[in-house]
C-alpha cells in the first residue's frame, strides 16, 4: 500500500520519478544555482560554488577518460569524508563509471575481499587516519606497488586492479608519491589535458538512467559481505524524493557527520543535496561531536543527519550550551532505533522541530519509509513512518510467503523504482533477495497499520545494530574460527544503552589451550573493522543447542544477560 504525504505533490499531482541520468539532473541544478554555495569542508578549509563544483568535477572526469577509464568500469574509494570522496561520487557518474564505496574502518582481509569481490580497476585511497594506515596495508596485499611504475605493475591477488591512486585531503601539494607503484591526484588530473570537453560531453549523453553507479558493500543471510549494485535511477530518485520529505530547498545548509562510504552519506546526504541546489557542510574527515556542532553554529546548519549515537553525543557534549544551534530546522535519523527521550531532546535541544526518522537497507537505495514533520511524537518514535512516492511495501509470512492482514507481524518488502540491480556477481543471492515477482525481501519483521505507518518487531537475520553499523555475526564467527586455538565460537548481540548493542562472542577451545580476552581481540585488531571486534568475551565448555544440533543464541544472549547483570549488582 502506498500513502503519500502533501511535499509530495506538484501543480495538482504527484511528483514523477525523474528521468535523467545524475549527470543531467545535475548539469539543471547547476544551470539554476550556480553561484549558490554548494559544499563547505571545515576540516580542509574549502569550499565550492555550484559553479566551480560543477568544473572540479569535469575536470577529475577528464582526468579519469585520460588514464583509461570509461562506462562501466569499477572505480574504488577508500578514504574518510572530504571534498576529492564528494568530486569522484560525481565524476564517476559523469563517465559512467562504477563507484566502488569501502568503508575506511576495513583492514587488510576485508579490503581484500571488496577488491575482488568488485573486481576493482582503480583505487583512491588516502594515505592513512588515526590508527589504519592504508598505504602499509596496501603494500601488504600488493607488494608490487613497491616497484611501480604507476600503471605498468600487475598484482597477482588482484588481477583486474591498474591503478592504485593516492591523495592526501589536508596536503595542498598533490604530487607526493609514497611508493613508485602509486599513481597522484595531481598526475590524473594532469591526464584531462588529453581529453576535450566535447569528449566529455559525449561520454555522458551515451549514459542511461538504468546504468549501474555504485557497488556498495552489505552484509546478506550467511553474512558475507555482498556488492549492492545500484543505478541513475536508484538513487538519484530515492535523494530526491528524500530531500521533498524534509521540504529541502536550494537555501538550506545539511551538516554531514554519518560517512560518505554509507548510502546515509552518499544518497540522503550528499545527493540528497545536489539534487536541489542545497550546501552539503563536511564537518570533519570522522564523527567528532564537538567539530559537528562548531560546524552547525559557524556554518548556520539548517538540518543535521546522523544515527541515534551520534545525537546522543552531541547532546550530551560538556559544551553542549555553548553552542548556538538555532538555525537547525530538521534532519534524517537513521541506522537504529530512536528512543522517544531522544527524540524530544533533539526537537527541543537541538532546535530540530522537523527531523524525521528514517528506515530502509542499502539494497533499496537506501530509504524506504520516513515519518513526516506532521505526524504526532508517538508515531515519529514508536513507528519508522510511511513509504516513500513511487515505492511499494508488504508484509508478509515468512512461511507461506502470502500478505498478512494490518496489525500482524510479516517481514517487511520492498518493490520499485529503488530496488538494487542486484548483488555484482552473485546471481544466486540476487534471486534470494529479490522473488520472482520483484520484491525485495528485506529480512525484518513489523506491523503495518491502516494509515501505513510501520513498526519494526524484529528480525528474521542475526544481525546486530552497534551505533547504526551492522554487523553480521557470521563474518566474525568464521574469521576467529581461523585461530588455531579455538575449537568453536558464537557471535551475538548484547543490548547496550549507548550503542544500541554490543558484539559478544562465546569460545570454546581446543582441549588443554588457553587464551586471554586481550589475545582474542588483538587477534581481530587491524583485520577486521574495530567496531566488529568482540566486546564481551566468554569461554565457555559448552552451547545451548536445539535438538538437531544447532546454536541457540538466544539462550546465550540470555545467559549472557544475568551474568552481567549479576556483576553489575555485586
Not at 605498468?152 to 592526501?168: G, H
Not at 505507518?453 to 576467529?480: A, H, N, S, W
Not at 579455538?486 to 581446543?510: N, Q, S, T
Request: hydrophobic share 40%.
Amino acid at each position: 500500500m502506498t500513502h503519500t504525504p502533501t511535499s509530495y505533490f506538484h501543480r495538482g499531482g504527484l511528483e514523477p520519478l525523474r528521468g535523467a541520468t545524475i549527470p543531467e539532473h545535475f548539469a539543471a541544478v547547476v544551470e539554476r544555482f550556480s553561484d549558490h554555495e554548494a559544499v563547505v569542508s571545515i576540516h580542509q578549509n574549502r569550499r565550492f560554488s555550484y559553479a566551480q563544483l560543477a568544473r572540479a568535477i569535469d575536470l577529475l572526469a577528464r582526468g579519469l577518460v585520460g588514464i583509461g577509464y570509461k562506462k562501466g568500469d569499477r572505480i574504488a574509494i577508500w578514504s574518510t569524508n572530504n571534498i576529492e570522496w564528494l568530486l569522484l561520487q560525481m565524476a564517476t557518474a559523469r563517465i559512467g563509471a562504477v563507484l566502488v564505496n569501502i568503508n575506511p574502518a576495513y583492514r587488510t582481509r576485508e579490503v581484500a575481499y571488496a577488491l575482488q569481490r568488485s573486481e576493482v580497476q582503480g583505487l583512491f585511497v588516502i594515505p592513512s587516519f588515526r590508527t589504519s594506515n592504508y598505504i602499509s596495508m596496501l603494500i601488504e596485499l600488493m607488494p608490487e606497488l613497491k616497484d611501480g611504475p604507476p600503471g605498468r605493475w600487475k598484482s597477482k591477488a588482484f588481477p583486474a586492479l591498474r591503478e592504485v591512486i593516492v591523495y592526501n585531503p589536508s596536503a595542498a601539494d598533490q604530487t607526493e608519491r609514497p611508493q613508485a607503484g602509486f599513481l597522484t591526484w595531481q598526475e590524473v588530473l594532469t591526464a584531462a589535458d588529453g581529453v576535450t570537453e566535447d569528449t566529455l560531453r559525449a561520454m555522458t549523453a551515451l549514459l542511461d538512467r538504468d546504468d549501474p553507479i555504485n557497488i556498495q558493500y552489505t552484509s546478506g543471510t550467511t553474512g558475507f559481505p555482498k556488492a549492492v549494485v545500484l543505478t541513475h535511477h536508484n538513487i538519484l530518485n530515492n535523494a530526491y524524493f528524500s530531500a521533498l520529505a524534509i521540504h529541502f530547498k536550494e537555501t538550506d545548509r545539511l551538516v554531514v557527520p554519518v560517512p560518505f562510504y554509507h548510502c546515509f552519506g552518499m544518497v540522503v546526504s550528499n545527493l540528497l543535496c545536489v539534487t536541489v541546489g542545497a550546501c552539503i557542510v563536511i564537518p570533519c574527515e570522522h564523527f567528532d561531536a564537538q567539530a559537528v556542532l562548531q560546524a552547525v553554529e559557524r556554518e548556520r546548519g539548517t538540518a543535521l543527519h546522523g544515527v541515534p549515537t551520534m545525537f546522543i553525543a552531541e547532546l550530551e557534549h560538556p559544551q553542549f550550551r555553548k553552542f548556538n544551534l538555532s538555525t537547525l530546522r530538521t534532519g534524517i535519523m537513521a541506522g537504529a532505533p530512536c528512543p522517544p527521550a531522544l527524540m524530544k531532546r533533539v526537537m527541543d535541544d537541538m532546535h530540530c522541530r522537523e527531523i524525521l526518522i528514517g528506515y530502509g537497507e542499502t539494497e533499496s537505495s537506501p530509504i524506504t519509509h520516513l515519518t513526516t514533520r506532521d505526524d504526532t511524537l508517538e508515531r515519529r518514535t514508536e513507528t519508522v513512518g510511511k513509504n516513500l512516492p513511487h515505492q511499494e511495501v508488504k508484509l508478509v509470512d515468512p512461511g507461506t510467503g502470502q500478505t498478512v492482514p494490518l496489525g500482524q507481524v510479516g517481514e517487511i518488502c520492498f518493490r520499485g523504482y529503488h530496488v538494487m540491480k542486484g548483488y555484482y556477481g552473485d546471481e544466486e543471492a540476487t534471486r534470494q533477495a529479490i522473488d520472482g515477482r520483484g520484491w525485495l525481501h528485506s529480512g525484518d519483521l513489523g506491523t503495518m497499520d491502516a494509515d501505513g505507518y510501520v513498526r519494526i518487531t524484529g528480525r528474521l537475520k542475526e544481525m546486530i545494530i552497534r551505533g547504526g553499523e551492522k554487523i553480521f555475526p557470521r563474518e566474525i564467527e568464521d574469521y576467529l574460527f581461523t585461530h588455531p586455538k579455538i575449537a568453536e565460537v558464537a557471535v551475538f548481540g548484547i543490548p547496550d544503552k549507548y550503542y544500541g548493542e554490543e558484539v559478544a562472542a562465546w569460545i570454546h577451545l581446543h582441549s588443554g589451550e588457553t587464551i586471554t580476552e586481550d589475545e582474542i581481540r588483538g587477534f581481530c585488531r587491524d583485520r577486521i573493522a574495530h567496531y566488529k571486534i568482540p566486546h564481551y568475551i566468554w569461554f565457555v565448555e559448552e552451547f545451548p543447542m536445539t535438538v538437531t544440533g544447532k546454536f541457540q543464541k538466544f539462550r546465550m544472549r540470555e545467559i549472557a544477560m544475568e551474568q552481567l547483570q549479576t556483576k553489575a549488582t555485586q
